[in-house]
T-cell receptor
Framework: GDSVTQMEGPVTLSEEAFLTINCTYT??????LFWYVQYPGEGLQLLLK?????DKGSNKGFEATYRKETTSFHLEKGSVQVSDSAVYFC?????????FGRGTSLIVHP | DGGITQSPKYLFRKEGQNVTLSCEQN?????MYWYRQDPGQGLRLIYY???????QKGDIAEGYSVSREKKESFPLTVTSAQKNPTAFYLC?????????????FGQGTRLTVV
């Protein structure tokens, strides 16, 4: 079945460090890809999305590029802030039942 | 404002008791979903519905039941058959079949067995 694999956390960084969270997917067909963010005790919020190969989604300094050849959608940010501390979920969706990875906890220290 | 409302935010269940979690949306979405979140396990799909009066089991449906009598509402009942119900439950909705549309989530219900 369809699935998403993302790197395990926690990822611990100092403020202004570079962030990468790896995500790969398995799906029959051609899903849309998403990154969501979850703050403690809350639901998930959309961070960014891409609907076709080579599309780059971006928001709040975060970026991810849809790589069909490697079935990947890695999340990056050039300079993280303490306020970025949260759990990040990679997901496939669009015309598919939304399917999520296990989540990666990011902790940013001042 | 359009959105998804889950209630209650916190719920306590005694052993052997059924409890129902509410999920209401005013986004006019056809599809609705229930997920269970446990630490380190991400979101696991319990049930989903793509149209009124129809729903499908997800990956972990045992011990749960749902109904979809109205487009706006998709309540989840955690029955006494669910042996380990303590978890964070998330309801979501989306317009089905649209590539560029994400799922929208409620704020969640934290269920604890006492």
């Amino acid at each position: 079945g369809d699935s998403v694999t993302q790197m395990e956390g926690p990822v611990t960084l100092s403020e202004e460090a570079f962030l990468t969270i790896n995500c790969t997917y398995t799906a029959t067909g051609y899903p849309s890809l998403f990154w969501y963010v979850q703050y403690p005790g809350e639901g998930l919020q959309l961070l960014l999305k891409a609907t076709k190969a080579d599309d780059k989604g971006s928001n709040k300094g975060f970026e991810a590029t849809y790589r069909k050849e490697t079935t990947s959608f890695h999340l990056e940010k050039g300079s993280v802030q303490v306020s970025d501390s949260a759990v990040y979920f990679c997901a496939l969706g669009g015309s598919y039942i939304p399917t999520f990875g296990r989540g990666t906890s990011l902790i940013v220290h001042p | 404002d359009g959105g998804i409302t889950q209630s209650p935010k916190y719920l306590f269940r005694k052993e052997g008791q059924n409890v129902t979690l509410s999920c209401e949306q005013n986004l006019n979405h056809d599809a609705m979903y229930w997920y269970r979140q446990d630490p380190g396990q991400g979101l696991r799909l319990i049930y989903y519905s793509q149209i009124v009066n129809d729903f499908q089991k997800g990956d972990i449906a045992e011990g749960y039941s749902v109904s979809r009598e109205k487009k706006e509402s998709f309540p989840l009942t955690v029955t006494s058959a669910q042996k380990n119900p303590t978890a964070f439950y998330l309801c979501a909705s989306s317009p089905p079949g649209q590539r560029n549309t994400e799922a929208f989530f409620g704020q969640g219900t934290r269920l604890t067995v006492v």
